[in-house]
């Protein structure tokens, strides 16, 4: 008996799939669906292949009420810009959720994951950032520092943008590109302390081992949003700034205690117990566990997860097959 598999290439998911009001729906569902408890989703499989400063990642996670899961392979090799390669690549695989058959193909190159991250980040700031932001800074000059900042401004719409790398023209090229995609300045800001001075909301984007953004540095009324800090060894966020923050957020606890900023802040001893911490999905259902005052400093912790894979594969493959795009295989 043949079945049907349906491929989708990069390019025409990027005709259905974009970095909208949309997408931050999507993935806010999927984190209230995630606070739950009912839905499906494994430790990540992680691979790190150091010689070639890569890292590989596999995540899934089955939503209840959903006809299909999204099991997500996601390669990282960030030394590729060096030889004209982008630094993210992978593809989803829809299966359903019936039978367990595969459904389809999203050939992505990492698309998707850089949209549903990105409205991740951008569902961060709507919740925890303060309600007025003038200027927002972003600390990483790759594609999600693009991305992330596009997605706030669709929920906090600044008038400025500071953008920090390490290569300063680098810094320059990506705050250009978001001056042209958002209708704002942006400049590139040398100094990471000033950038963060000035900004009422902080997006760190960067692979690091080491912090780029310092404790002594806060300030009444900053957002952060950290999401590079995905897998050990990373580390974006100074430890010394959870013992200021009125509320910390990370999307998934078990995920944040291994692999994001919460395992530094623990392994530092600056946070000593995670009892009590609302995951973002309990903030996507109740705000109040979230910012309670403009003059508070927040912080949530992206490390990433299965459910957003599920639910952004599940809407970019309905929105595709709808419009007839792809091709389909025998299998």
Same mark, same amino acid.
């Given at each position: 008996m043949t079945r049907d598999i349906h491929i989708l290439t990069e390019a025409e998911l990027r005709r259905f799939v974009s970095v909208d009001e949309t997408a931050i729906d999507i993935v806010a569902k999927a984190f209230a669906s995630l606070?739950?408890?009912?839905?499906?989703?494994p430790p990540i499989l992680s691979m790190d292949i150091p010689s070639e400063h890569g890292e590989v990642d596999v995540k899934t996670a089955y939503i209840?009420?959903?006809?299909?899961?999204?099991?997500?392979?996601?390669?990282?090799f960030f030394n590729n810009p060096k030889i004209g390669l982008p630094s993210t690549n992978g593809l989803m695989i829809l299966f359903s959720a019936k039978t367990g058959v595969v459904e389809a193909v999203l050939l992505d190159n990492g698309y998707l994951t850089d949209v549903r991250? #990105?409205?991740?980040?951008?569902? %961060? @700031?709507? $919740?925890?950032?303060?309600?007025?932001?003038?200027?927002?800074?972003?600390?990483?000059?790759?594609?999600? #520092?693009?991305?992330?900042?596009? %997605? @706030?401004? $669709?929920v906090r719409p600044f008038k400025k943008v500071l953008v920090w790398g390490r290569d300063a023209e680098k810094a320059r090229a990506c705050a250009s590109d978001i001056a042209a995609r958002l209708g704002v300045e942006a400049v590139a800001e040398t100094d990471p302390a000033q950038l963060v001075a000035e900004s009422q909301l902080v997006v760190t984007t960067t692979p690091s081992a080491e912090a780029v953004l310092k404790a002594d540095w806060l300030h009444p009324g900053l957002h952060i949003t950290?999401?590079?800090?995905?897998?050990?060894?990373?580390?974006?966020?100074?430890?010394?700034?959870?013992?200021h923050l009125a509320a910390y957020v990370p999307d998934r606890i078990s995920q944040c205690e291994i692999l994001g900023e919460l395992?530094?802040?623990l392994a530092a001893g600056t946070v000593k117990t995670t009892e009590g911490l609302p995951e973002l999905g309990q903030v996507v259902l109740d705000p109040s566990l979230g910012r309670k005052s403009d003059q508070d400093i927040t912080l949530c912790d992206l490390t990433g997860t299965g459910a957003q894979d599920t639910a952004i594969a599940t809407y970019a493959f309905a929105?595709?097959?709808?419009?007839?795009?792809?091709?389909?295989?025998?299998?």
């Open positions: 606070a739950g408890g009912e839905v499906i989703m209840p009420g959903f006809d299909g899961f999204a099991v997500k392979i996601s390669p990282g991250t #990105a409205a991740a980040g951008g569902l %961060a @700031a709507k $919740l925890m950032a303060p309600s007025v932001v003038d200027t927002a800074g972003v600390m990483g000059t790759g594609a999600q #520092a693009r991305l992330q900042i596009e %997605a @706030a401004h $669709l950290a999401m590079g800090s995905d897998q050990t060894g990373k580390n974006e966020i100074d430890p010394n700034v959870f013992p395992r530094s802040a929105a595709a097959t709808k419009a007839g795009a792809g091709v389909t295989v025998e299998a």
